[in-house]
């Protein structure tokens, strides 16, 4: 066993020498795992290799010594615990002498993990990582303040801002310099592109510099932190606003950041990306002690910048060159905004729901102007962000405008008027002589440009907005104050998309052969919600849904179905569900329910509607098919079973046509009257009659027989009594 151990077969092969070790470097940290350092005999052999190439005179031996400690810290704490202090002797001081870019990099990872991964044993912490973790830091300092490389600088306010939250009293005295570094970054962000890519850290450093102030500072250094990044924000807001006038007519006076006004528009706006997402920075970051967040100014800056609107023409009086540049930036605004609701609606959770339906209305304004795809997806999240986080909207107006947008996102998936009417042209085109039709003229291959054409989603943002949609749509259903006729006209719309999506191939929906499978998931889980219904009542289009996820090995789906057909409630505590009639003909839907369709767009031609009565016998052609011989269908009653309601309505074996659903919403009493209205008028004997089955009828006539001597019997009048007769004195 111990000549096969793999530190020992690693030393003598891989470790011999230092040219040897650069060379199976990777090889070696990729084999090397925790099992290889418990309780082995090669540790000492092991940690003399790695001193020894750390001394080494070659900038290749000592980086690959710098990688193998860092690797024996990740995987052996003990090891890393006894062999630190002569690891950080040699890496500290390598920092402030003229090593190769590797090294240093390496030497950063090697002391950011030492000092991290012991944080839970107080006497390596009083030794080993109170004296060094100043130098470290003074070291590090020095590479952000002379001209250093991109990678290096971005690495060192990483580390810092990981090494301050876990030592925050040994940074306090570096917190000055420390603050004017990144304050020196945001303001060289703008104009270079190079400092552009150091905002990201900077903001994370930024955000956790309020720990160096203790347990009784460091709510007030987040809380003046927080407000300067507010005030700041809105200074770049109104530095990209100066061509639009206020609420008052009168333009905003801003100090220019350049001498060029269009210079200065993209300034501000970088200035303000940067603010937000610095105020992001600040909301995630945690605190020792609770803060007071401010609110109210936040929803302020996010409604003030959802509300800016692009315009038409120009002021005359106005730079028409910086009135391009600010208009330009308008989409940038906006997604700024969203970003900053979607982090108070992580952060904050049910304390914004004072302000979602405030912020909602904006959004809605702004979903139903004609925006391009792009800049509607930042709002469509920002809307399942907030009925995610937030309690459910009262108003049931904004709510309706909330579920028409997501509805208009998703029909894009059923067919169009154009092509039911072409389809219906070619069908009928059928019965045309032979003399006026004209032979088609196929081409070999000429179905693969025709397939081009006719994908739904060619883009990834056309998939994105339709998946938030439905996403969307999900959860506006389960809000009580949709109105009933938009609430079944989207219950229509998802049956209708559930069953038309079997019929697509992946390619025509998307080029991504994922975004079909995500779409059939959500659409799916909708469709089993809206069947499902609550938990006094089914939906009658559950049976219809079902039927199209039999052959799926969807778990989620079927789990809710199985919740559904077994409950976990005793039969006598859990009342027998009810069963909401769910009419597939446009002849039953109401007049708002026709309104919202037309007003979506969905009045596609389907040829001359059947009537209730119709419909009525197609719907229970299996029940006139069993009881052969008789003429009247029966009224349904209430007192019918869900399972035999739902399944006689709704025949599995039979799937309808996507383009011939109406699938309006009706109560069961409607249901009946309708029914009822069709059938001709019979009297009470015939119906009594007519309902027997043939074998029954003798006995059923015999017994109707008996029972009704018995009856005459019983109805005889009982014979007087003579009171004055006395059968003793005969």
């Known amino acids: 066993m111990d000549s096969t151990h793999p530190l020992k077969a690693l030393l003598n092969f891989h470790l011999a020498s230092d040219a040897s070790a650069v060379v199976h470097l990777p090889f070696v ?34 980086w690959a010594g710098l990688c193998l400690a860092h690797r024996t810290s990740i995987c052996s704490k003990l090891v890393m615990i006894e062999s630190a202090q002569s690891w950080l002797g040699v890496a500290i001081p390598l920092l402030s002498k003229k090593e190769p870019l590797p090294n240093l990099i390496a030497s950063i990872n090697l002391c950011r993990m030492v000092f991290r991964n012991a944080t839970d044993t107080p006497e390596f912490q009083r030794q080993v990582s109170t004296p060094n973790v100043l130098k470290f830091t003074t070291a590090l300092i020095v590479f ?105 007519g009168r333009f ?17 706006m970088e200035r303000l990306c940067m603010s937000i997402q610095v105020i992001g920075n600040l909301l995630q970051s945690p605190t020792q002690r609770p803060v007071q967040v401010p609110v109210g100014s936040l929803v302020n800056l996010a409604s003030k910048m959802l509300l800016v609107t692009v315009e038409d023409e120009a002021p005359s009086n106005i730079d028409p060159i910086v009135w391009a540049m600010e208009t330009a930036v308008i989409p940038r ?23 979602s339906s405030r912020l909602l209305s904006y959004i809605a304004f702004r979903l139903e102007q004609k925006i391009s795809l792009f800049n509607q997806i930042p709002f469509l999240e ?59 003229k196929n081409y070999e291959g000429d179905e693969l440009f025709k397939a081009s054409g006719d994908v739904i989603c060619p883009t990834t943002d056309d998939v994105k907005a339709v998946l ?38 992946p390619a025509a929906l998307s080029p991504d052969p994922h975004a079909y499978h995500a779409l059939v998931q959500k659409i799916r889980d909708t469709a089993v919600q809206l069947g499902s219904s609550t938990t006094s009542a089914m939906s009658q289009s559950l049976n219809l849904v079902l039927s199209t996820t039999s052959g799926t090995d969807d778990q989620g789906s079927l789990r809710k179905v199985d919740m559904l057909i077994h409950p976990r409630f005793p039969p006598l505590l859990r009342p027998l569900p009810k069963v909401d009639s769910f009419a597939l003909f446009r002849s039953e839907e109401s007049a708002e329910e026709a309104e919202e369709r037309q007003h979506l767009g969905l009045n596609v031609p389907l040829g001359q509607p059947k009537s209730v009565s119709a419909a009525i016998q197609d719907i229970h052609m299996d029940d006139s098919s069993k009881s052969a011989g008789l ?17 006689t ?55 109707t027989n008996a029972t009704t001597s018995e009856d005459l019997d019983l109805d005889e009048d009982m014979p007087s009594i003579n009171l004055e007769s006395d059968s003793d004195s005969e």
């Open 29 to 62: 940290t990729g084999i090397i795992t925790a099992k290889h350092f418990l309780s082995s005999p090669h540790l000492a052999k092991w940690t003399s290799r790695i001193n020894s190439l750390l001394h080494s005179k070659d900038a290749g031996a000592r």
């Open 333 to 355: 605004i906006w997604r700024a905004a969203c970003d900053l609701i979607k982090c108070l609606c992580e952060c904050i959770d049910r304390h914004l729901t004072t302000y």
């Open 252 to 268: 905003p006076q801003v100090q220019l950041l350049h001498e060029e006004p269009a210079t200065s528009v993209t300034l501000n």
């Open 382 to 440: 920002t809307v399942h962000a907030l009925l995610t986080r937030c309690h459910p909207s009262h108003s049931p107006l904004l709510s309706s405008r909330l579920t028409r947008i997501a509805l208009s996102n998703l029909m894009v998936i059923l067919p169009s008027q154009t092509d039911v009417q072409n389809s219906m042209a070619q069908t009928g085109g059928t019965n045309k002589s032979k003399k006026g039709r004209k032979r088609a």
């Open 144 to 248: 952000l303040e002379k001209d250093s490389d991109l990678e290096l600088k971005k690495l060192v306010l990483k580390t810092l801002a990981r090494l301050i939250p876990l030592y925050p009293n040994i940074h306090r005295a570096s917190h000055a310099s420390l603050l004017s570094i990144v304050s020196r970054i945001f303001s060289q962000s703008a104009p270079n592109h190079i400092s552009q890519e150091l905002v990201e850290p900077a903001c994370l450093l930024y955000s956790v510099l309020h720990y160096t102030g203790g347990k009784v500072g460091a709510a007030n250094l987040w809380r003046k932190s927080l407000d300067d990044s507010i005030s700041s924000a809105w200074t770049a807001f109104m530095g990209v606003r100066t061509t639009f006038p206020d609420e008052n």
């Open 649 to 703: 309505a709704f025949p599995v074996e039979r799937r309808p046509d996507v383009e011939a659903l109406s699938l309006s919403m009706t109560t069961t009493a409607e249901f009946q009257r309708n029914l009822t209205s069709s059938l001709p008028p019979v009297t009470p004997r015939e119906s009594a009659t007519s309902f027997t089955h043939p074998s029954q009828a003798s006995g059923l006539t015999e017994e």
């Open 631 to 647: 003429s009247i269908v029966p009224p349904l009653s209430t007192g019918l079973s869900i399972t035999s309601h739902v399944s």
């Open 468 to 505: 938030i949609s439905c996403d969307v749509l999900r959860l506006l259903l389960q809000n009580a104050n949709v109105t009933p006729a938009l609430h079944s006209m989207a219950s229509r719309v998802i049956l209708a998309i559930s069953l038309e999506l079997p019929q697509m191939t």
